[in-house]
């Protein structure tokens, strides 16, 4: 059938504060707007005739379809403007529309109420909608949640080859705990000594089978050997990190 005349055309200030359900910043633009039917078109080109279509036309920048949506003023929350309309469809865009001149403003409201009213919904356009104009957030989720899936079930498989071998290193490990000696033993064949530093002197003597430490024996070999010119001895404060090293030294058999 033949388009059906602009009902009205004018330029008006718009912006849009929601798409498809979720918020966009504001941004008010100066736009060529027709009401065609249940449609409203916004260009930024003035065109030069009543109807949009038939030539002399820009491309409309965007449309909204007033089909089951709403018109009405704005609350002063939505803008700090003076004469602004909200308009609201059933895809989730909601935009606001503006004109310094009220008288414009309110022919403006009076005009989108009677095309909302004269054109309502019917079965065959809620069904499109439900199939066609999902919100592109919710296409996202379902897209992220087919990856995730896929994700996992390449996953499993390496899941379960890491679970084997955790087991067969755990059974190795507790193998060479079983098996493995104690601490007595060790020391009963002699694998570990006691350190020189700490122990008591009965049980070195004991274990290297002398009536005098051994490593006593070398002190009083090594001050003997100085040529020492007075006599007696004499404690001197000396390196803590030094001394560290010398009793390491000396509990592990260095020389």
Avoid at 35 to 51: D, E, P, R, T
Avoid at 198 to 223: A, W, Y
Avoid at 237 to 249: D, E, M, P, S, V
Wanted: with cysteine; charged share 30%; hydrophobic share 30%.
């Amino acid at each position: 059938p033949p388009a059906s005349p602009s009902e009205k055309c004018g330029i008006l200030n718009v912006t849009k504060i929601t798409e498809n359900g979720k918020k966009v910043r504001k941004n008010w633009t100066s736009s060529w707007t027709v009401l065609q039917g249940s449609v409203l078109l916004f260009a930024k080109g003035q065109g030069g005739g009543a109807s949009w279509f038939g030539g002399g036309q820009s491309k409309p920048e965007f449309t909204v379809d007033l089909r089951g949506g709403t018109a009405d003023w704005a609350s002063k929350d939505k803008s700090s403007k003076k004469h602004v309309l909200e308009v609201k469809t059933r895809q989730g865009t909601e935009l606001l529309i503006q004109s310094d001149n009220d008288g414009v403003v309110s022919d403006w409201l009076k005009v989108l109420q009677e095309a909302i009213n004269t054109h309502p919904v019917n079965s065959d356009d809620s069904r499109s909608d439900s199939e066609e104009e999902k919100p592109a957030v919710e296409k996202q989720d379902k897209e992220k949640d087919l990856k995730a899936s896929k994700k996992v079930k390449a996953v499993k498989p390496t899941t379960s080859v890491d679970t084997s071998d955790n087991k067969k290193a755990k059974k190795r490990l507790k193998d060479f705990l079983t098996r493995r000696p104690t601490l007595q033993a060790v020391k009963d064949k002699g694998y570990i000594k006691d350190q020189v530093f700490g122990s008591s002197l009965s049980s070195l003597c004991q274990q290297e089978n002398t009536t005098v430490p051994r490593f006593v024996k070398m002190c009083i070999d090594h001050v003997e050997n100085s040529n020492l010119s007075m006599d007696g001895l004499y404690r001197v404060n000396g390196n803590l990190a030094i001394i560290q090293k010398l009793r390491f030294a000396v509990n592990h058999d260095e020389k």
